[in-house]
Nanobody
Framework: QVQLVESGGGSVQPGGSLRLSCVVSGVTDSNYCLGWFRQAPGKQREGVAH???????SYTISEKVRFTISKDNARNILYLQMDSLKPEDTAMYYC????????????????????WGRGTQVTVSS
């Protein structure tokens, strides 16, 4: 059974940093897409960053220079390093996996991501 568990969220001041983690369990290889998504209050969920099976990252938000996605393949943990955080980054952040695709993960429809974690809250406020 595939499970994704996020952690690392919290409250920070503008300009601060956070590193989110997503532990992926119940899988035996890396041939699938992973992604970070976020949903702010009153807004639709949006993609943030994605990770192809071969380690190719992609970003779907305009502020991609502030966020970095990475993965520890040995421990099967997906990370999202977020720097220079802004109040508009406040949202619930989710990790998701799509086992029907392996690459171009940033172009995969959100509906194809069938496995989701419960999310971790990020609040940016002074």
């Amino acid at each position: 059974q595939v499970q994704l568990v996020e952690s690392g969220g919290g409250s920070v001041q503008p300009g601060g940093s956070l590193r989110l983690s997503c532990v992926v369990s119940g899988v035996t290889d890396s041939n699938y897409c992973l992604g970070w998504f976020r949903q702010a209050p009153g807004k639709q969920r949006e993609g943030v960053a994605h990770w192809d099976y071969d380690g190719t990252p992609s970003y779907t938000i305009s502020e991609k220079v502030r966020f970095t996605i990475s993965k520890d393949n040995a421990r099967n943990i997906l990370y999202l390093q977020m720097d220079s955080l802004k109040p508009e980054d406040t949202a619930m952040y989710y990790c998701a996996a799509d086992f029907s695709h392996t690459e171009w993960c940033g172009l995969v429809p959100e509906s194809d991501y069938a496995n989701w974690g419960r999310g971790t809250q990020v609040t940016v406020s002074s």
